[in-house]
């Protein structure tokens, strides 16, 4: 079983939809969730972390499931712009940040 | 401030032949990773260090993969002999004092992309 598993999508949304991503994880001792967005070709970067009661940025929820080691990502009122694969990343100990395999959005017009 | 700086981007070569990656962290950053990323496995840790130390190498795939931290400013990961399988997007990355667990933000470098023929 992978450490972090997510679906892989492709999620086809159009502009100004709501979307989910789900992720779980195996690991019952990690303890930081984050996720990171790749843009084509590029460098994944931090979108944001994921605490425990759950937090929001802007558009973005995050959500953490700790019973169900599970964690999840909305994204609301979806802009073009948000077009990525979405990482979900667990810490596993130390510094060992293990990723998933992504999510592709697609959001179109 | 300049981020990860990692060279070449692009690489292609024959199998069997040496490859040598670089990767300059941000200055002032502690930590240094080494992840590799194809379809098939997504985003792999090969390695890290911190302080110039490697830390954690379990996810070198073989005795062929190698790295160094001379220095707080530089990084190599040299493959030999290389082979196709090892064709991938290899990603350096930096973190701030503490290491990501905390804040969990890993700055990447844009890559190196490998192709062994």
């Known amino acids: 079983r992978k450490e972090v598993e997510q679906d892989p999508g492709p999620f086809n949304v159009p502009e100004g939809a709501t979307v989910a991503f789900n992720c779980t994880y195996s690991?019952?001792?990690?303890?930081?969730f984050f996720w990171y967005r790749q843009d084509c070709r590029k460098e994944p970067k931090l979108l944001m972390s994921?605490?425990?009661s759950g937090n929001e940025d802007g558009r973005f929820t995050a959500q953490l499931n700790r019973a169900s080691q599970y964690i999840s990502l909305l994204i609301r009122d979806s802009k073009l712009s948000d077009s990525a694969t979405y990482l979900c990343?667990?810490?596993?100990?130390?510094?060992?940040?293990?990723f998933g395999a992504g999510t592709i959005l697609r959001v179109k017009s | 401030d300049a981020g990860v700086i990692q060279s070449p981007r692009h690489e292609v070569t024959e199998m069997g032949q040496e490859v040598t990656l670089r990767c300059k962290p941000i200055?002032?950053?502690?930590?240094l990773f080494w992840y590799r990323q194809t379809m098939m496995r997504g985003l792999e840790l090969l390695i890290y260090?911190?302080?110039?130390?490697?830390?954690?190498d379990s996810g070198m795939p073989e005795d062929r993969f190698s790295a160094k931290m001379p220095n707080a400013s530089f990084s190599t990961l040299k493959i030999q002999p290389s082979e196709p399988r090892d064709s991938a997007v290899y990603f350096c990355?930096?973190?701030?004092?503490?290491?990501?667990?905390?804040?969990?933000?890993?700055?990447f470098g844009e890559g190196s992309r490998l192709t062994v023929l």
């Open positions: 990343v667990v810490n596993i100990g130390g510094n060992k940040l293990v």
């Open positions: 994921v605490y425990s």
């Open positions: 260090f911190n302080n110039n130390v490697p830390i954690d």
């Open positions: 690991n019952s001792a990690s303890q930081s």
């Open positions: 200055s002032g950053h502690d930590y």
């Open positions: 990355a930096s973190s701030s004092a503490g290491g990501p667990s905390s804040s969990g933000e890993l700055f």
